[in-house]
């Protein structure tokens, strides 16, 4: 891969000062600066603005998204956006969604929020140059450079709050007098509660995700988030990822476009984890908003569920708590009213085990699953473990 080249931006999350520049393979050279420079199509990078500006407008990280096939019409003709691994996976969670970077639910969440709300996200996220209002913007049909990819993910990394990179903190004369200090710029752009779910999203995109490699060369404890990125025909490969005091943004391409043997996970993620393992980083531990609280719920159905009865725990806005619980799980129900004693109660008869007990194979789990008893069904056959850039 001697066409090979790359660019990359190192900050501090919190601060938004810039600690690293790289221009490319060979540091050295004073001319074409990539990180800077180079406009490149970033694709699933700007995954995080979809599923951010969902989440504002009242989906949960339990909503259940359609992955399933579309066609959008376009200026140029028809768009049917396809999967990495070309194929459909039903009914998913929205945090899984993202984690696992799926094309097809990605757009049909994309369409029901609106084109112009994502590009007012990304303002608001800190991009700041016009872009077209097409529902390719989803998947990432755009190009921004390195250094303007860092900007959005250190408003994501910042906790909402837009922080701009910054490179200079004073000027001094020879004398080191002061002549002109940057101090910092800090607005709050997004609200905590939502972005504190983004981050808890792009979190599993290394435990369950695309990113999950990151953990065989790095602690667990790291708790990194972050994004994989591949563009049309392995063009570019990008990933942008940050942990308690670390934000590095990396891209891998050939200056002539043309193709390479390389995904976000493959490759820039590869180079992301090599630099994370000569810094050492902070893990990241994120700040709970108290708008925010973690309850149980059903990857299945998306409804509220309780720790006995299996399930997953999300971090949900107080407004936007499960309103309908699984049976197993009814009594955690807002509202809920005890029914009143079953006639096996009052004849004083032995309660029964399980309504299932002499059902076995294939015939137990549909009957468990037509009373909403989901407890010890594997639902790892609904998501194969597979790699998506």
């Known amino acids: 891969m001697a066409k090979l080249q790359g660019g990359m931006v190192v900050s501090n999350p919190y601060s938004g000062e810039v600690l690293a520049v790289v221009g490319g393979k060979n540091t050295r050279y004073q001319g074409f600066n990539r990180a800077i420079d180079a406009i490149r199509p970033v694709g699933s990078l700007i995954k995080p603005a979809v599923y951010l500006t969902a989440l504002e407008k009242g989906y949960t990280l339990a909503s259940l998204l359609e992955d399933e ?19 459909s ?12 970077s799926y094309n097809q639910s990605t757009v049909r969440l994309g369409m029901d929020v609106g084109v112009d709300e994502v ?19 989803f998947l990432g049909a ?23 990179l910054r490179a200079i903190r004073m000027v001094a004369d020879a004398e080191n007098q002061e002549l002109s200090r940057y101090p910092l710029v800090v607005q709050q752009t997004v609200n905590a509660g939502p972005m504190y779910q983004l981050q808890f999203a792009l979190q599993q995109v290394g435990h369950i995700g695309t990113a999950r490699s990151a953990y065989a060369s790095l602690p667990q404890g790291l708790n990194l988030a972050g994004k994989t990125g591949t563009t049309n025909d392995q063009r570019d490969s990008w990933f942008a990822g940050f942990t308690g005091d670390r934000l590095a943004v990396v891209w891998l391409g050939a200056d002539d476009n043309s193709t390479l043997p390389l995904t ?37 159905t998306g409804l509220g569920s309780a720790e006995e009865c299996g399930g997953v725990q ?21 509202g809920y009213v005890e029914d009143e004693p079953l006639d096996w109660l009052k004849n004083g008869s032995a309660k029964p085990a399980s309504l299932t007990d002499s059902l076995t194979g294939p015939d137990a789990i549909s009957a468990r699953f037509f009373i909403g008893d989901y407890s010890g069904i594997s639902r790892s056959w609904l998501w194969p473990d597979k790699n998506s850039p």
């Open 69 to 87: 096939p579309l066609t959008v019409e376009l200026p140029d003709g028809p768009w049917s956006p396809k999967n990495y691994d070309r194929k």
């Open 89 to 100: 996976h039903g009914p998913v969670p929205l945090y899984y969604s993202l984690a696992k």
């Open 119 to 137: 590009l007012d996200t990304l303002r608001r996220l800190g991009f700041n140059r016009d872009l077209p209002a097409y529902p390719s913007l």
């Open 142 to 164: 755009t190009a921004m450079s390195p250094i303007e990819v860092a900007q959005i993910y250190q408003t994501i990394a910042g906790n909402g709050f837009q922080l701009p």
């Open 264 to 300: 976000g996970s493959s490759g820039a993620l590869k180079t992301w984890i090599e630099l994370m393992k000569r810094e050492r980083p902070q893990p990241l531990i994120l700040d709970q908003p108290a708008e925010v609280e973690y309850l149980w719920v059903d990857e299945l």
């Open 314 to 334: 999300l971090p949900f806005l107080l407004e936007n708590e499960p309103q309908e619980y699984i049976p197993c799980a009814a009594a955690y129900a807002p």
